[in-house]
């Protein structure tokens, strides 16, 4: 499985290389993606996520878009005014095990949509790295919760404008 994994991405950074796919096109394929429909404020829903899962998912700022694609603008950057609308807080945790990377992106702000093929989100989890290394029932445990409507695996190929979840990167 790990021998064709490699593969799997060799052949991808081949085809980046000659221009078939773009590279970050290539990395997005390394990328799960989860969405979730609750009311509460982002903190609250990353302080329930790192209890039930001992994670620490941190504010490390927010991703603004500018131009159709997004950049990630740390908590001490400012924004300018006519960005504040234009603005989506995320939190990341990175494991212990550096296996995999996780972001949570808050996916709406007033009547603008971060990701607008996802607009029935309110947010939306980026995962990377080694998915093995993730809780087995994941899913499950994110939908017992209370304040969660609802939680579900997102199929990537319905997203129309990639470069926004990849460019904050």
Not at 101 to 127: R, S
Request: charged residues 25%.
């Amino acid at each position: 499985l790990n021998n064709l994994r490699l593969e799997y991405q060799s052949v991808l950074k081949v085809m980046a290389q000659k221009n078939i796919i773009r590279e970050n096109e290539a990395s997005y394929h390394q990328y799960k993606l989860l969405g979730l429909v609750s009311q509460v404020p982002i903190y609250r829903l990353a302080w329930l996520l790192n209890l039930e899962f001992d994670w620490d998912l941190v504010r490390v700022g927010d991703i603004i878009l500018r131009d159709n694609s997004s950049v990630l603008l740390e908590n001490h950057e400012e924004l300018f005014e006519n960005e504040l609308d234009l603005a989506f807080p995320i939190q990341n945790y990175i494991a212990e095990t550096d296996r995999f990377q996780l972001d949570l992106i808050n996916n709406k702000n007033g009547a603008n949509v971060f990701i607008p093929d996802l607009k029935q989100f309110d947010y939306i989890i980026v995962i990377h790295g080694e998915f093995d290394y993730l809780p087995s029932n994941l899913l499950e445990r994110i939908n017992q919760f209370a304040l969660i409507q609802i939680a579900v695996n997102i199929d990537k190929k319905k997203i129309k404008n990639k470069n926004l979840l990849l460019s904050y990167r």
